[in-house]
């Protein structure tokens, strides 16, 4: 059982550059989210999903772009990539109603020079 | 936005001691919260939650304990082990989202040999 894996692992790109992070669980769970983690900032929300074509805004969603087609994958896409959105990204997700405990991904370490 | 905040940025102790490790929270309506362990380079990972009408969980060798009245979670770890050196993390889940997380930045334990 795979569970949530996400990838790249690792991705350094430009200011300016469109990059596209990968999401895919492998349990059907409803729920996904996606959070980045900063030094002094902890975990927050950016986007989640409640289904497949159903998607809300977090804490931080300015410069991100979210899609859900399928249930098992929700990419994160930043359009044009800035230094503020160098972090660690990591992808979480939950049963429906009932079982609100979020299960991560390893996370993904973005650098944008 | 919820407010979560962990007393103690660093914690250590003794191999075979209990640790103890709290979390203040802001939102006296919160409904649920969970502990979280974060391994050096990996996702988060469930530990135990506790839902607002219990003061304490137990699983094994972890318990927390929920203080409504002053609005503070604790995570107790009994004879602590080199294995659980991690940072970990509380979170606390919005009355009236409960897709909305609200992590603190977390406390780094370190267990000596």
């Known amino acids: 059982d795979a569970g949530i894996t996400q990838s790249p692992r690792y991705k350094i790109t430009e200011t300016g550059r469109q990059v596209t992070l990968m999401c895919h669980q492998t349990?059907?769970?409803?729920?996904m989210f996606w959070y980045r983690q900063d030094l002094g900032h902890g975990l927050r929300l950016i986007y989640y999903s409640a289904a497949a074509d159903i998607t809300d805004k977090g804490e931080v969603p300015d410069g991100y772009v979210v899609s859900r087609s399928k249930t098992e994958n929700f990419p994160l896409t930043l359009e044009s990539a800035t230094r503020s959105q160098t972090s660690v990204y990591f992808c979480?997700?939950?049963?429906?109603?009932?079982?609100?405990?979020?299960?991560f991904g390893p996370g993904t370490r973005l650098l944008v020079l | 936005g919820e407010s979560v905040g962990l007393h103690l940025p660093t914690l250590s102790v003794q191999e075979g001691d209990n640790s103890i490790i709290n979390c203040a929270y802001s939102n006296s309506a919160s409904d649920y919260f969970i502990w979280y362990k974060q391994e050096s380079g990996k996702g988060p990972q469930f530990i135990i939650d506790?839902?607002?009408?219990?003061d304490k969980r137990q699983g094994q060798r972890v318990t927390v304990l929920l203080n409504k009245t002053v609005k503070h979670l604790s995570l107790q770890i009994a004879a602590t082990q080199p294995g659980d050196s991690a940072v970990y993390f509380c979170a606390e889940i919005g009355p009236y989202n409960f897709n909305k997380f609200y992590f603190g930045s977390g406390t780094k334990l370190n267990v000596k040999p």
């Open positions: 349990w059907s769970h409803s729920y």
């Open positions: 506790i839902r607002s009408n219990m």
């Open positions: 979480a997700s939950r049963w429906d109603w009932g079982q609100e405990t979020q299960y």
